[in-house]
């Protein structure tokens, strides 16, 4: 008798569903698919929910909505991890960071979790938990900070990957604002580093 497990991961953004059986990931489909291939109705053997953005609607109206990530957490653990964080720490951010931390084998271990969305957020896990981190505006809230001008473009994260070699001394308004965002998410995450490592004493 197979067990079927739902996680649903409601981001600011893009919100997806994953489907284990028996343990095992059978497949991460967008929240929108999940509401036609599959009924919240129907019976399953545990569902769970990591929130930080707004829920949808048809959760809203499931009589028995999955129990939260945070409803797990005990104090200063989820579960067998230690949290050097208070209460507000997301959901996504406590999940992340179980899965690395039961990933950690040697007591020196030092793990840097990056998760670039709607907010960039990086967080340090050890073997003593998770041990803290920052959170910045992800690509698109900083291109999306842009819309203040009232003649400049509205640019998205996809053109920080475009191909197209751009000066470091730009000469269009595009390229601009894509070069200085660029700068600011790399000098961010570089800053980051050298200020976790040295709070860490490496």
Excluded: W
């Amino acid at each position: 008798n197979m067990k079927t497990v739902f996680t649903f991961d409601i981001g600011n953004s893009h919100p997806h569903v994953g489907i284990f059986h028996d343990e095992n990931l059978h497949k991460v489909i967008p929240f929108e698919s999940f509401q036609k291939e599959y009924s919240l109705t129907e019976t399953v053997d545990c569902s769970i929910m990591s929130q930080v953005g707004e829920l949808p609607r048809i959760i809203k109206q499931y009589h028995s909505p999955p129990p939260e990530i945070r409803q797990l957490r005990s104090g200063d653990y989820l579960v067998d991890m230690p949290i050097h964080y208070a209460p507000t720490l997301g959901p996504d951010r406590l999940v992340q960071s179980y899965y690395l931390f039961h990933q950690i084998k040697e007591e020196e271990t030092i793990i840097a979790l990056i998760d670039a969305g709607t907010f960039t957020t990086i967080d340090v896990i050890s073997s003593k938990g998770f041990m803290g981190g920052l959170i910045f505006p992800g690509p698109n809230t900083l291109l999306e900070s842009y819309r203040r001008g009232h003649h400049l473009p509205q640019l998205k994260d996809e053109h920080l990957s475009s191909p197209e070699k751009i000066s470091l001394l730009p000469q269009t308004t595009d390229d601009a604002i894509l070069v200085a965002t660029q700068l600011m998410l790399s000098g961010m995450i570089h800053q980051t580093f050298q200020h976790l490592l040295a709070d860490q004493g490496i």
